[in-house]
C-alpha cells in the first residue's frame, strides 16, 4: 500500500499558528492532530481577551465538539497544543523571551491566518494587523533554526482591479513600505479622510491590505521558504472535521441562514455570475500539503496557491440561490420568520421597493407588534444591521473574476495516492447540490442550534407558513381584482354619464 509522504513529513515536527481561534484556524488544527498523529507538538499564538486568560482561551478552544473525534482515537492528543501568549499588533508579537526561544529553536512549519477580516475596518487598523502583522512573524521566522516553510494565508480577492487573477503577487505602483511609513506619520482622522483615495478600485481596507502583504512578504522573504494560500469565499465543511461543520454567521454563511429564517429576502445580487465558494477542509487541506511540498521541493521562488472554485468547478448565484433554498425547504430550521424565499436582482430602483415590501413594512409592524404586546422592538433595527452588512459583500455579489487555479492541481499530481485521499484538495470533485444539503444541515445544527430532533416541528412550522402565504397571496389578488374592477366600473360609467352630457 503507498504510504502518505505528507503524514510522515509532519511526523516529529513542530508547528506555528497564528490564527488558530478562527473558523480556519481550528480546523487547521484538528486536522493536523487526527491526519498526523505524529506531529510533535502545535504552538497557538493567543492573547488575553475580554478578560479571558490565554489559559482559559486554551481550554475553550480544546472543548470545542469538533476535537471530540480526535480525542475518541488519542485520548491524550490535546497535551500536544501549547498556547503561547502574545499579539500579532505588538512589537515582536509581544513574545516573552522564553517562548521566543521555544519557537525559534522548534519550530519547522508556520501556518499565518491571523487577520482581521471586516471589510469596513478602519485603514490603520486593517495595516496594523493585515500588513505589518505578517512582516513581523516574518522576523520571528528568520530566527527559527528548523524552519522549512512558512505558509501566508492571504485572499483570492485581492488586485480586483484586473478579470483574470493568475498564480502570481502583483505588484502596485506604490511602494508599501513607503506608504506604511507616510501613514504612520499622519493622523488618524487624516487616514481616515484620504482611505477612500488610496483605495481606489478596491472595495474594502480588507482586500486592499491583503495584496499589500503579499507584496512585501514576497520583496522582503529571502531566505525563508515562503508560500501563500488564497482562498475565495470559505464556507462550511464538506467532509471534515464534521460535515457541515461552521461556527460563524459572516458573510455568504450569515446570508444563507437569514434566508433559511425568512428574515432576509431580498439581496442585490447577479444570479448569472459565479459565485466562488470554498467549502473549508480545501484550504485547509492544501495549506497542510503546500508546507510538506515548500519544505520538500524546495521551489526557488514563492508559490502561489489560488484556492477556488470557480476556475475548475464554477457555480453562479443562481445555482446557489436554487439548492440553498431547496435544502432549506427540505430541512427548515424550526424557528422561521416567514416562508424562506430569495430574490435577486441588480436594478437599484426595483431592490428598494422590494426591500419596502418585504423588509421595511414587516419590521415595522413586527415592532408594533412587540410594542403592544409589551416586548421590546428590535426588528427596525436588526434589518439595518442586516442591510449593513450585506451592503458590503455587495461588490462581490455584482462582479466577477476568474481566478485562475492550476498550482492546486499540480500539487495534487506530486502527491501519492494515499495522501490524495487524506488530504484532498481537488475542487472538480465537489457535487453543488449534494453540498448544500450539507452545508444548511451545518448551519441548522452548528449556527442556528437546532437539534435534529426538532426537524418535524420545523417542517409542520414550515407548512403551516407556507399556507399562511397563500391565504395572503389568494386575498392580495382577490383585492387586487375587485379594485381593478370598480376602476373599470367607475371608468365605464363616467363615460356613460359624460356620453350623455
Not at 403 to 422: C, G, Q, V, W, Y
Request: charged share 20%; proline share 4%.
Amino acid at each position: 500500500m503507498e504510504h502518505s509522504s505528507i503524514v510522515e513529513f509532519y511526523k516529529g515536527r513542530s508547528v506555528f499558528i497564528t490564527g488558530a481561534t478562527g473558523f480556519m484556524g481550528k480546523v487547521l488544527v484538528e486536522k493536523l492532530l487526527r491526519s498526523c498523529p505524529g506531529i510533535e507538538r502545535i504552538y497557538l499564538l493567543m492573547r488575553p481577551s475580554k478578560g479571558q486568560s490565554v489559559e482559559y482561551r486554551l481550554q475553550e478552544l480544546i472543548n470545542n465538539q469538533i476535537f471530540d473525534e480526535v480525542r475518541r482515537q488519542q485520548p491524550n492528543v490535546m497535551t500536544k497544543v501549547t498556547a503561547v501568549k502574545g499579539d500579532v499588533t505588538f512589537p515582536g508579537y509581544g513574545l516573552s523571551p522564553s517562548d521566543l526561544r521555544l519557537l525559534t529553536e522548534n519550530v519547522s512549519v508556520v501556518f499565518n491566518s491571523a487577520a482581521t477580516i471586516k471589510f469596513d475596518e478602519e485603514l490603520k487598523a486593517a495595516l496594523e494587523m493585515n500588513v505589518k502583522g505578517p512582516m513581523q512573524l516574518l522576523e520571528i521566522c528568520r530566527q527559527m533554526k528548523r524552519l522549512e516553510a512558512f505558509v501566508h494565508v492571504s485572499t483570492a480577492f485581492n488586485n480586483l482591479d484586473r478579470e483574470e487573477m493568475r498564480e502570481e503577487v502583483y505588484h502596485s505602483k506604490i511602494n508599501p513600505v513607503k506608504l506604511i511609513e507616510l501613514l504612520d506619520c499622519l493622523e488618524d482622522s487624516v487616514v481616515k479622510n484620504i482611505a477612500t483615495e488610496l483605495l481606489g478600485n478596491c472595495p474594502n481596507t480588507y482586500t486592499y491590505t491583503k495584496a499589500l502583504a503579499e507584496q512585501l512578504l514576497e520583496q522582503q522573504c529571502g531566505s525563508v521558504p515562503l508560500t501563500i494560500v488564497r482562498p475565495s469565499i470559505v464556507t462550511a465543511a464538506l467532509k471534515e472535521p464534521i460535515p457541515g461543520w461552521v461556527d460563524n454567521m459572516n458573510g455568504a454563511t450569515g446570508t444563507i441562514a437569514a434566508v433559511g429564517k425568512g428574515f432576509f429576502r431580498v439581496m442585490k445580487i447577479n444570479a448569472d455570475l459565479v459565485s466562488d465558494i470554498i467549502p473549508v477542509d480545501y484550504p485547509i487541506n492544501l495549506m497542510i500539503a503546500a508546507a510538506w511540498h515548500t519544505a520538500t521541493r524546495r521551489p526557488n521562488n514563492v508559490t502561489v496557491y489560488s484556492c477556488t472554485t470557480g476556475h475548475q468547478n464554477p457555480l453562479t448565484w443562481g445555482l446557489l440561490q436554487r439548492w440553498s433554498l431547496d435544502s432549506w425547504l427540505k430541512f427548515p430550521t424550526k424557528d422561521m420568520m416567514w416562508y424562506p424565499s430569495a430574490y435577486f436582482t441588480i436594478n437599484d430602483l426595483w431592490l428598494k421597493a422590494n426591500e419596502v415590501v418585504f423588509h421595511t413594512i414587516p419590521a415595522h409592524l413586527f415592532d408594533l407588534y412587540s410594542s403592544m404586546t409589551g416586548k421590546r422592538a428590535r426588528w427596525v433595527r436588526l434589518y439595518a444591521k442586516a442591510n449593513k452588512a450585506f451592503s458590503c459583500l455587495e461588490f462581490f455579489t455584482t462582479h466577477q473574476w476568474r481566478f485562475i487555479s492550476n498550482n492546486p492541481i499540480r500539487l495534487l499530481n506530486e502527491m501519492s495516492a494515499e495522501d490524495r485521499k487524506t488530504f484532498y484538495i481537488d475542487v472538480r470533485e465537489i457535487e453543488w447540490k449534494s453540498y448544500f444539503e450539507t452545508f444548511i444541515l451545518g448551519a441548522r445544527r452548528f449556527v442556528l442550534k437546532d437539534d435534529p430532533s426538532t426537524l418535524p416541528l420545523a417542517r409542520s412550522n414550515l407548512q403551516r407558513l407556507y399556507t399562511i402565504r397563500l391565504l395572503l397571496r389568494l386575498i392580495f389578488f382577490s383585492c387586487s381584482l375587485l379594485a381593478v374592477r370598480s376602476l373599470r366600473n367607475f371608468g365605464r360609467s363616467a363615460f356613460l354619464k359624460s356620453s350623455s352630457i
